[in-house]
């Protein structure tokens, strides 16, 4: 079973969704490694179309985020985006 994204929109949407996760939960770290925004989202989106790995990566990450963070809303909005990823990768 393919676990990437097959849809440009659908894995545009999840980049810019992780964007906006990486500024507001992990803002240093973001601010080191993207310069270019728009860049950056379309990068990623054609990494979550092209390499389960790097999907898988994603996961993992939004997963350690969950079980290490104490903040509500930012586990509230990792999971929003794992479950998105799910939805998105069954109907692939």
Same mark, same amino acid.
């Given at each position: 079973? %393919?676990?990437?994204? /097959?849809?440009?929109?659908?894995?545009?949407? +999840?980049? =810019?969704? $992780? #964007? !906006? &996760?990486?500024? *507001?939960?992990?803002?240093?770290?973001?601010?080191?490694?993207?310069?270019?925004?728009?860049?950056?989202?379309?990068?990623?989106? %054609?990494?979550?179309? /092209?390499?389960?790995?790097?999907?898988?990566? +994603?996961? =993992?990450? $939004? #997963? !350690? &985020?969950?079980? *290490?963070?104490?903040?509500?809303?930012?586990?509230?909005?990792?999971?929003?985006?794992?479950?998105?990823?799910?939805?998105?990768? %069954?109907?692939?």
């Amino acid at each position: 079973m %393919k676990t990437a994204i /097959n849809n440009y929109e659908n894995a545009l949407e +999840i980049s =810019n969704e $992780l #964007n !906006e &996760f990486a500024k *507001d939960f992990d803002t240093y770290e973001h601010m080191d490694c993207v310069d270019d925004e728009r860049e950056e989202v379309m990068n990623v989106a %054609k990494k979550l179309m /092209n390499s389960e790995i790097f999907l898988e990566g +994603i996961k =993992n990450y $939004l #997963n !350690e &985020f969950i079980e *290490d963070d104490n903040e509500e809303e930012g586990t509230k909005r990792a999971e929003k985006i794992l479950q998105k990823i799910e939805i998105i990768t %069954k109907m692939s």
